[in-house]
Every structure is written in structure tokens, then in C-alpha cells.
């Protein structure tokens, strides 16, 4: 790393510098004098800041220097990076097993961190939840992409799709929403203008492609991926998944142009879904 800033030289002796000049006393630390400064005694030239700090000498600061500071960014560590992930990662778990009101301290248990760790990174349970429905959303919006790279039949992509949004439990994130909750902040507003964009033109696709019966619209597939994939109540989530994918698969099935049946109502549109 580099420990001289262009412009800023040490002495050659690795005394005090030229007036205009910053001696490093360390790696990551500068002592920077002003014209006129005293000289750093002797005894005194063996103490180093701590790192990542810079030391401003008293002249200096009579002459409108700042006070001494840290150049630390807040960058957060990789450990704590993981244990937040850890954090949401159970919570979706449990959220969607035992549903959203299941005890913090098994969220931090099954995340395996303390409470101490989980109540810094979220200090309370719409916090959690915010970032639990933020991020099956954000996944959701991904499978969503991935299909679309992934199959050139634009119906397998939007069946692709659909299997891969239920094993992200989007049907779970109805009653995770339901309590103490802001539903319009913006950033969970813009992952679900994401998500539904991305579902809009699968859809699209698909028709386009004379693969989708066109009496239907993205507002249909939500609804019935949300309801297909909803977990019941006295069930393990976890128990029910085969049931879940054959259920999805004759939902698909039911989507295939010619159509077999004239479909009662009108199509949900994503209007339609908002006024509900």
C-alpha cells in the first residue's frame, strides 16, 4: 500500500518535515506541521497514532487545521456481512414454518448468533421483516431473469419461472406483510415494480409467442402463485413441497394454448392487484 501521498514527502532523516511538508510516523498515519511548529522532542518521536488516524499538530490547528480525526471508512466487516445474511436466511425459514410472529430469539438461534447480534443489525421485528421481504422479493425478481436466459420457449421460461418462485416461498411473504408493517417503502416499492416487470413481460413473451392463452394477464400468475405456494395452517411447509410443484405444474398446464375452457371474470391485471 502506498504510505506516501503524492505531494507529501518524509525528511530523508525521518525527522520533522519541511514547513508544507507531513512526516509519516506510521503506515495508515501522518503528523502534519504547520510553518513555525516546534519540533517533536525526542521522547516523543517513538509513540504512533493509532492506525488510521491522522495527528494535527497544535500549530496547525491554531491556524484553522481540524482536530484530530479518524480516516477510518465504516466499512462493514465480512463476518458481520455473514451473520446479517445468516440473520434474514433463518427468519425467512422460520417466517415461513412457523409463521411471522415465531419468537426472535430462534431466529438468532437458528441463525446462530446472539441475540446481541441480531437485535444490532435489526432492532426489531419489522426490521427483520422489512429486509426478509426484500430479499425473497429480490430472488424472486432474479429466477425471473435466470428463466428467461435460461429457456428460448418463452412458456418454458414462465413455467421455469413459476417452479422457481415457489421454492423461494413468495406465497409466504402475504402473511409476513399482515401486522406492523410498512408495505409503501420506497425500497420495497421499487423491488416489486422489479419483480412484477419482469413477470409482465414473461407473460408478454409467451402470448406473443401463441404459446399463452390471451384471456389471461400477469396479474393472474401472481395470484395464483402466491396462492399455490401459501403455506396451510398446521402443515410443514417443507412436507407439502411435492404437492406444491404438481399443483403449480397442473396450474401450467391449465395455461397452455388452445385453451380448453372459457375463464369466468376478467383478467387480473396489476391494478387490479393494487385496489384489492
Do not use: W
Request: glycine content about 8%.
Amino acid at each position: 500500500m502506498e504510505t506516501v501521498a503524492q505531494g507529501i514527502a518524509p525528511t530523508a532523516t525521518g525527522g520533522t518535515a519541511r514547513s508544507g511538508t507531513a512526516s509519516v510516523t506510521k503506515p495508515g498515519t501522518a503528523s502534519v506541521a504547520g510553518p513555525g511548529a516546534a519540533r517533536v522532542p525526542e521522547s516523543g518521536r517513538g509513540r504512533a497514532a493509532e492506525p488510521g488516524t491522522v495527528r494535527v499538530t497544535e500549530a496547525a490547528a491554531g491556524k484553522g487545521a481540524a482536530p484530530t480525526a479518524s480516516c477510518r471508512t465504516a466499512r462493514p466487516r465480512a463476518d458481520a456481512l455473514r451473520n446479517r445474511e445468516r440473520i434474514v436466511s433463518a427468519a425467512r425459514e422460520l417466517f415461513v414454518e412457523s409463521g411471522p410472529d415465531v419468537p426472535l430469539d430462534d431466529v438468532a438461534r437458528r441463525a446462530g448468533v446472539g441475540n446481541a447480534t441480531l437485535y444490532r443489525n435489526f432492532p426489531d421485528r419489522a426490521a427483520l421483516t422489512h429486509e426478509v421481504v426484500l430479499a425473497v422479493t429480490s430472488r424472486t425478481t432474479l429466477r425471473a431473469e435466470e428463466a428467461v436466459a435460461a429457456e428460448s420457449d418463452p412458456f418454458a421460461a414462465l413455467s421455469r419461472f413459476v417452479h422457481a418462485a415457489a421454492d423461494e416461498r413468495i406465497g409466504a411473504l402475504c402473511p409476513m406483510i399482515s401486522g406492523v408493517f410498512d408495505k409503501d417503502h420506497p425500497d420495497l416499492l421499487a423491488e416489486r415494480d422489479r419483480l412484477e416487470e419482469a413477470v409482465a413481460g414473461l407473460v408478454s413473451r409467451a402470448q406473443s409467442a401463441g404459446r399463452l392463452r390471451t384471456d389471461i394477464a400477469v396479474g393472474d400468475v401472481l395470484v395464483a402463485l402466491s396462492q399455490l405456494t401459501r403455506p396451510l395452517p398446521g402443515i410443514a411447509c417443507q412436507g407439502i413441497d411435492r404437492f406444491t410443484h404438481r399443483h403449480l405444474q397442473l396450474f401450467l398446464d391449465g395455461l397452455e394454448t388452445p385453451a380448453r375452457s372459457e375463464l369466468p371474470g376478467s383478467a387480473a391485471t396489476l391494478e387490479d392487484l393494487r385496489r384489492s
